[in-house]
Every structure is written in C-alpha cells, then in structure tokens.
C-alpha cells in the first residue's frame, strides 16, 4: 500500500508563489507515476501535472509556464512549485501515486490552496 500526506497549500495574493509537497510512503512509491490534481466545488476535478519515475512531465494547460512538478525519489517526495498564482487556481490540490504497470492507484487528503485578488 502507498500513503501520500500532502502540504504546503494556504492563502496567497495574486501574482504570489506556493510549493505543495506530498510525502510518499509504502512499496512501490518510487516507481509510481506521480500526479497533482486539483478540484473546485461546481468544477469537475481536473489534472494539473504529472511526473513518471524517469522524470517525464506533463502539464495541464492553463498551468503550462506558471508551475513547476518535481520529484526526489530518494525522499519519496513529489513537489509542485506554482508561480504567478491566478484566483482561478484556487482549489484543493490532490497528490495521486499510479502503478504505471498495474494501473493501481492512491489519493492523498489533500490540501487547500486559496489565491486572492
């Protein structure tokens, strides 16, 4: 079993930065894809970035050039660095660990990232 304790999120202004972290526990992590997503009430939940082991990325959209997914296999821990926060971001930010092999996955708790004018 994998455990993700995600942290990090709070309230920014506009224009502010933020780093979210997720902590991965349990057999597997390290080979595990790694992936944030992000939900707001009335929105369907929605992909914000991933990380494979090899270090391959991807990026939603609307966050392409603003954040930042990173990983440190040693630590177990996957980062996403969000720059030039936008109100639109707002949400509560997921941390998911994917088998690519098996397809299993796990869900963190998540954490709230509120972005202000």
């Known amino acids: 079993q994998v455990q993700l304790v995600e942290s990090g999120g709070g309230l920014v202004q506009a224009g502010g930065s933020l780093r979210l972290s997720c902590a991965a526990s349990g057999s597997g992590s390290r080979i595990n894809t790694m992936s944030w997503y992000r939900h707001t009430p009335g929105k369907q939940r929605e992909l914000v970035a991933s990380i494979s082991s090899g270090g391959t990325t991807n990026y939603a959209d609307p966050v392409k050039g603003r954040f930042t997914i990173s990983r440190d296999n040693a630590k177990n821990t996957v980062y996403l660095q969000m720059s030039s926060l936008e109100p639109e971001d707002t949400g509560v930010y997921y941390c998911?660990?994917?088998?690519?092999?098996?397809?299993?996955?796990?869900w963190g708790q998540g954490t709230q990232v509120t972005v202000s004018l």
């Open positions: 998911r660990s994917e088998n690519p092999y098996s397809g299993r996955g796990y």
